[in-house]
């Protein structure tokens, strides 16, 4: 039998990754058979046979998977790998995106997911540091995405606690393709388009590669799909559509109470207010999913400049790139949020009240708040390579990416120029507002009526928000690679590589100008940045101990270290050990432990006092005096809250960095089975168990974890009641009850939501894959399998609190604070069929059954069945250099579920499919 390292290499090339076939792939081996060619596989500097002969558990999927999910962007593609999960950003995210699009492996945290391309660093997403937006990956440059299950910081640094995810471009491209797709929901919206051009040539000196893509993504709006069309509350054992406290006309509630009031539109009397009644329909003038346009250029060139013989030969490459992102965000009309006061002399003041008012008023006049972004990126690599003599790889590389971001927020509030409109003897003394009323007749505005904010009201009392997020990455790499021909005690010499990496990183946010002065509401004035800059120095050794052995096909251990030197942080040493044993050429098991650290982010560290919405459960929220809790009870009592009161679900808090942050640490280790069975080449199966545990992590308390905790203690005795500071805080009007705590619609208000080192994670699991193709029939036949078992999901806020375990349910995340499913099971299958000029494939999705981890009593909907999606895709290639390709992505157009504790449009949006049954088509043509 053949025991030679390529021999391994082709019998292994299916199913060492953990679904690394598509159906372009089947004959992989075949190819191989043909060229082995040296590659460095993600997770390792040290090249491999293949990249599927890696020790370290490696997902790899090719530029035909990507193709075959009828995705446009990469986002929707990898967020729905069983491997990722909590709480992602993209399309389905409006309030709070900024159009970013980010992934998260293992439910870690997207800032804990290194995203490389090429085996370099992008910039970070403007303030977000260290989190890639994926908007700005064209999908049409995609070769594959290999990705790195395991902690890598001893290979890669910072940020790779819970993995990596490497794209690797069309670099050898030649010839030209041309592609267009489009496609569009079974409800006519959400129309998605892309066109991409792609050039290649190249001669036995060098090779260059352009491409150019465009992609356009139109708005879907949460008023027009059923479980959207209103935001739903429960009250009674009923669910209502309640929307929002703040409304039109204004709720209003007495400055000596918290009783609250509402003129009915209708009769025009005065009565109490219902929020079942009379809440504000926010969804109506909401996405669901949120436009977006991309445009981008992407080059990539070498050429071998010299070939110094008996020295070494030297290569330059470049990698060029630009994006531009258009992207938008459109939420229901502002409010005021921040209570202001209404004097008795306003000309609607209600009759029968003798003393000046509170309002939540919803400002429906102004259409709504819309979040623009004009984003461009610029990244530009340029470097040299070689080998050596001995057949040592060398390589020197200049990385530099910028990015810049141009918002543009309409319909913000100037809630100094609001107050004057309310006050008629303020808007007299102001010129401008005297004049904006004078067309109404009246002196001041009425909000206790409907359609009374005139377009002249809105010039004045509205302001535009223009702030500009900037942010810059510069890498400098030297890396060697090499081996210890004359030490081999195999066939396989000893393999090292060393390296070294200057990195620096630097964000900058301008706020707006009137925002500095404090006259937007709710928006941040205050200008922040920062820098940091590192020294790394890195070393990788692979020593194949035993080969071709009976009961040892191969005996490989491998080990790595970092050290790093940040100017914030100071130094950190990581190591990492590998071992791969195969007691048969069939069977191999592979094991991992790495130590890891991340580095706090610049927002981590230098991000201002931040006010923040935040969806939360108020325990008083429609209580029951004689079924809660009694310290519950009490203390609702205590502020003032009867029961059966219903309360909002959002409660405005405090973000904000702190700059004596350390590093967080981490541990990993994976256990791993390979089977390639002998009796047939095209069959594989994959087992790897992984534990990841993080200690000082950087987050925060969520607010459901700071209001619930505060209202099980006894008089509010529990330190997490210092954490809420009260409305004042946010700059918003208190209750009258309870002014340290809530705002006058009597929610929770200024909670603090700093970063600290004060938490820890932990997760265990098992990653499963299988592949297989056969012939059957006339054709072939295949299967690509990856599932996803989540054992525990674990996470401490600080030494003081419990831990809680998010495995198999949903719940607030800590990582993001908001809503998202964490299921035990995670399931990616891809059946496929290939005869003659077509092919066929259908891919099943899978997310396990979860439950509400924190449900209160009455709680209606706090259990999500198991949920599958269906996708259909169709190929077509009769003609030379023609390929058709059709489908349908959920096909039997799968619901998001209602729970009672949802995130955004009664569902978990970020967890769930919103859009429904889509239809996609595309044509390529190659030449």
């Known amino acids: 039998m053949d025991r030679t390292r390529l021999s391994r290499a082709i019998k292994g090339a299916i199913a060492a990754a953990a679904v690394s076939t598509s159906f372009s792939s089947v004959s992989f081996a075949q190819d191989t058979q043909a060229e082995v060619e040296e590659i460095v596989v993600t997770g390792s500097r040290i090249q491999r046979a293949t990249d599927t002969n890696s020790a370290t558990p490696i997902s790899v999927f090719d530029a035909a998977q990507l193709e075959q999910s009828g995705q446009t962007t990469l986002e929707d593609f990898l967020q729905d790998i069983p491997s990722m999960t909590g709480g992602q950003l993209g399309s389905s995210v409006n309030n709070g995106s900024a159009g970013l699009a980010t992934v998260s492996l293992r439910g870690l945290g997207s800032s804990r997911t290194l995203i490389l391309m090429n085996g370099r660093r992008l910039s970070s997403s403007g303030g977000a540091t260290g989190v890639v937006d994926l908007n700005t990956i064209p999908t049409s440059i995609i070769e594959r995405v290999e990705i790195l299950r395991d902690g890598a910081s001893t290979i890669y640094g910072s940020d790779a ?9 069309k670099k050898g491209f030649e010839g030209a393709e041309l592609t267009a797709d489009y496609g569009s929901s079974t409800h006519g919206d959400g129309d998605e388009y892309l066109a991409a051009v792609t050039f290649g040539t190249g001669n036995d000196k060098g090779h260059v590669m352009l491409n150019a893509q465009y992609t356009k993504r139109d708005d879907i709006w949460q008023g027009d799909r059923r479980f959207s069309e209103c935001p739903l509350g429960e ?3 009923n669910v209502l559509c309640i929307g929002s406290p703040t409304t039109i006309p204004a709720r209003f509630s007495p400055l000596s109470n918290n009783d609250q009031f509402i003129v009915d539109p209708v009769t025009g009397e005065v009565e109490d207010f219902d929020l079942a009644r009379y809440g504000y329909n926010f969804a109506a003038a909401s996405y669901l999913v949120t436009p977006q346009e991309v445009a981008s250029i992407y080059g990539y060139g070498t050429y071998e400049l010299w070939d110094w013989e008996d020295v070494t030969t030297i290569r330059g490459f470049s990698e060029l790139s630009f994006v531009n992102r258009r992207s938008d965000q459109l939420m229901a009309a502002e409010g005021t949020f921040w209570a202001p006061e209404v004097p008795l002399t306003n000309p609607g003041f209600p009759a029968g009240f003798n003393e000046p008012v509170t309002i939540g008023r919803r400002l429906a006049e102004t259409g709504g708040r819309s979040f623009t972004q004009d984003l461009n990126t610029w990244r530009g690599v340029v470097g040299l390579e070689g080998e050596f003599c001995n057949e040592w790889t060398w390589d020197l590389s200049y990385n530099y990416s910028r990015w810049i971001d141009s918002q543009i927020d309409r319909g913000r509030a100037n809630t100094i120029r609001f107050e004057n409109l309310l006050d008629p003897a ?26 009374s904010l005139s377009p002249a009201m809105q010039q004045y009392a509205l302001v535009t928000n223009s702030p500009i997020e900037r942010a810059r990455l510069r890498s400098f790499q030297a890396n060697l690679v ?10 396989e010499a000893p393999a090292w590589a060393i390296g070294y990496e200057n990195r620096s990183e630097t964000t900058e946010i301008i706020p707006d100008g009137a925002a500095e002065i404090g006259q937007i509401y709710f928006v941040n004035g205050d200008a922040w940045g920062g820098s940091y800059s590192v020294d790394e120095f890195y070393g990788e050794v692979r020593v194949p101990v ?12 491998e080990a790595s270290f970092r050290y790093s030197d940040y100017n914030t942080i100071g130094s950190d040493t990581t190591f990492g050990a590998v071992i791969e044993y195969a007691p048969l050429e069939q069977l191999r098991f592979r094991g991992t432990y790495s130590e890891g650290f991340r580095a706090p982010g610049l927002d981590d560290l230098f991000l201002t006092p931040t006010v923040s919405a935040e969806t939360y459960t108020d325990p008083c929220n429609d209580y029951d005096a004689d079924e809660d809790p009694v310290n519950v009870v009490a203390n609702c009592m205590a502020d003032g809250i009867a029961p059966g009161t219903t309360i909002g679900t959002q409660a405005t808090g405090l973000f904000g960095g702190n700059p004596d942050l350390n590093a967080e640490t981490s541990e ?9 069975p002998t009796f047939t080449d095209d069959m594989g199966f994959t087992l790897d168990y992984f534990n990841i545990s993080i200690d000082d992590a950087i987050g925060t308390l969520t607010t459901n974890t700071i209001v619930n905790g505060c209202y099980e203690s006894a008089n509010f005795s529990s330190p997490l009641c210092d954490l809420i500071t009260g409305a004042p805080a946010v700059g918003t009007s208190p209750s009258a009850d309870a002014p340290q705590r809530r705002a006058s619609d009597l929610t929770i208000a200024g909670q603090l939501l700093n970063s600290q080192n004060v938490s820890t994670f932990e997760t265990s699991g098992v990653d499963l894959g299988f592949d297989y193709s056969m012939e059957m029939g006339p054709g072939i036949f295949t299967v690509n399998a990856t599932a996803t078992y989540l054992h525990e999901w674990k996470y401490r806020a600080s030494a003081d609190d419990p831990t809680i375990d998010l495995a198999g349910y949903y719940g607030a995340d800590p990582v993001t604070t908001a809503i998202v499913a964490f299921p035990e099971w995670k399931l990616y299958t891809t059946f496929g069929y290939e005869y003659d000029c077509w092919s066929a494939f259908t891919t099943v999705r899978m997310l396990g059954e979860v439950d509400d981890f924190d449900p209160q009593a009455g709680d209606l909907a706090t259990h999500i069945d198991t949920t599958w999606y269906q996708d259909v895709n169709f190929n077509y290639f009769r003609w030379e250099n023609i390929k058709i390709t059709g489908g349908i ?4 157009n799968q619901q998001p579920p209602y729970v009672t504790n949802y995130d955004d449009m009664n569902t978990l949006m970020r967890s769930y499919d919103t ?3 889509f239809f996609y088509g595309s044509v390529t043509f190659q030449f």
């Open 426 to 451: 303020a808007c007299a003394a102001d010129p401008d507002c005297a004049a904006a009323v004078a067309e109404t007749g009246e002196t001041a505005w009425n909000p206790f009526a409907e359609n």
């Open 161 to 169: 606690i819970a993995g990596v995810i490497n794209i690797i471009t």
């Open 915 to 917: 859009v429904g049954r």
């Open 482 to 491: 090499g081996d210890f021909g004359e030490w081999a005690l195999t066939g």
């Open 546 to 557: 035993l080969e071709g052995r009976p009961w040892a096909d191969i005996l490989a251990f």
């Open 889 to 892: 992505r959920n096909v039997w």
């Open 235 to 237: 009250s009674g054992g």
């Open 668 to 676: 990993s280790y994976t256990l791993g089975i390979v089977w390639t």
